[in-house]
Structure formats: structure tokens, C-alpha cells
Nanobody, 114 residues
């Protein structure tokens, strides 16, 4: 059973940047699509970005042009580079397959505030 551990969150001012990492305990090479999701207080978890094995990416409209997802299969790691952060990006960020098929990790908190 693959387990996921997210890290890299923190407090950042509007316009700042963060890079999130998600390390899988088992090989993700055989998993076609990985994704990042987020859940803001009082809201449902939502899809943010996805990347297939061949490298093609997909983004939610709210983050397109600001966030970049990437993966390193040799390191069993998926990344999310977040630039031009806005207060509305504040949430707990999670990674999972797309659609989600692995038990959720603990996530990493991202807070965008001045």
C-alpha cells in the first residue's frame, strides 16, 4: 500500500512562492496520473493540478499560469511550484492519484497572508 507524505507548506505573503513536495512510500512509476488537491476551511477538497506519466499537465482555472506540477519517478516524488500566491490559495494541500485512490496523507498547510 502506497503512503503519501506532503511537505513544504508555510506562511507566505501575497505574491510570494512556495514549493510543495509529496513523497510516496512505494513506487509511483506504475501510477499513471498524480494530482494535487487542496481544502480550505469550511470548503470541500478541490482538484488543483495533475500530471500523467508522460509529463502532460492539467490545472484548475484558478491556478493556471501560477502553479506548476512536476514529478520525479526515480525519487517517487511529485512537486507543486506555487508562484504569485493569493490569500484565496490558503488551504491544506494534499497529493493523491487522479482520481484519488490512495489513503490521504496529512497534507501540508499553506497560508497566504500579509
Amino acid at each position: 500500500q502506497v503512503q503519501l507524505v506532503e511537505s513544504g507548506g508555510g506562511l507566505v505573503q501575497p505574491g510570494g512562492s512556495l514549493r510543495l513536495s509529496c513523497v510516496a512510500s512505494g513506487s509511483i512509476f506504475s501510477i499513471n496520473t498524480m494530482g494535487w488537491y487542496r481544502q480550505a476551511p469550511g470548503k470541500q477538497r478541490e482538484y488543483v493540478a495533475g500530471i500523467i506519466g508522460g509529463g502532460a499537465t492539467n490545472y484548475a482555472d484558478s491556478v493556471k499560469g501560477r502553479f506548476t506540477i512536476s514529478r520525479d519517478n526515480a525519487k517517487n516524488t511529485v512537486y507543486l511550484q506555487m508562484n504569485s500566491l493569493k490569500p484565496e490559495d490558503t488551504a491544506v494541500y494534499y497529493c493523491n492519484t487522479r482520481p484519488p485512490a490512495i489513503s490521504w496523507g496529512q497534507g501540508t498547510q499553506v497560508t497566504v497572508s500579509s
